[in-house]
């Protein structure tokens, strides 16, 4: 489907050089099939043609972070969001990126901003405790995913988020291990839940009741060495 997409936006460019939607089509679906790298070219010239659209500078920046090119995500995200103040997306991919950048307070303040504009989004919680852990805010951080869990009870990564403080207490372990459950029960392939539940079922002399876990899950090859 994508593949043929791409055939008509190519068509599309052929027939109207001029034409900035078509460009920044054609990077969307190469971006889409996983050709990143390709789809620069493609946003930029839509760029060229229509400098002023914060949703190509948004999609640029997405495809630079799946490159791993965080600085360069950065600067789109603040030109989508010098257009566009109140772009949601923007400041959450803001975010995300000044966390890979080790900016942990500045990415905190982002995903303050992201709730501000929707208090509702469970993922923004989830990312702001995450970053609040990096900044050594536990509490708060512990706080954010159990919002995240009222607004969205099925977040794997919240329950997982969850666990992992809880098991900074060996009180908090027992819990720990249900949350682990629960995420795995949402997203059976999340590894590091796999692996969480394994470190903490051992640290309780429970290693047993880890291998019938997976037994029943299918995944014995996937007990942790530590």
């Not at 852990?133 to 706080?143: N, T």
């Not at 159990?146 to 329950?159: F, G, K, R, V, Y």
């Amino acid at each position: 489907e994508y593949d043929q997409a791409l055939d008509c936006y190519t068509k599309a460019t052929e027939l109207e050089p001029d034409n900035a939607a078509a460009w920044f089509d054609k990077g969307a679906t190469l971006n889409r099939l996983g050709r990143a790298e390709d789809s620069l070219e493609f946003f930029s010239k839509s760029i060229a043609l229509q400098p002023n659209d914060s949703a190509v500078w948004l999609n640029k920046g997405s495809a630079l972070t799946q490159l791993g090119r965080d600085h360069e995500a950065l600067l789109c995200y603040t030109k989508a969001l010098e257009i566009k103040p109140d772009y949601l997306l923007a400041w959450y991919n803001m975010g995300n990126a000044l966390n890979m950048l080790v900016r942990h307070q500045e990415a905190s303040e982002c995903y303050i901003k992201v709730l501000e504009l929707d208090h509702n989004l469970a993922e923004a919680w989830v990312n702001l405790g995450l970053t609040l852990v990096y900044l050594g805010r536990p509490q708060e951080a512990f706080d954010c995913y159990i919002t995240a869990l009222e607004i969205n009870p099925n977040s794997a990564d919240a329950w997982h988020n969850k666990g992992l403080l809880l098991t900074k207490t060996y009180d908090g372990r027992q819990e720990a291990i249900a949350c682990f459950a629960k995420a795995i029960e949402l997203n059976p392939d999340f590894v590091d839940s796999w692996k969480a539940m394994g470190i903490t079922l051992k640290d309780l002399d429970k290693f047993p009741d880890l291998k019938k876990y997976l037994e029943k899950a299918g995944k014995i090859n996937e007990i942790p060495d530590s």
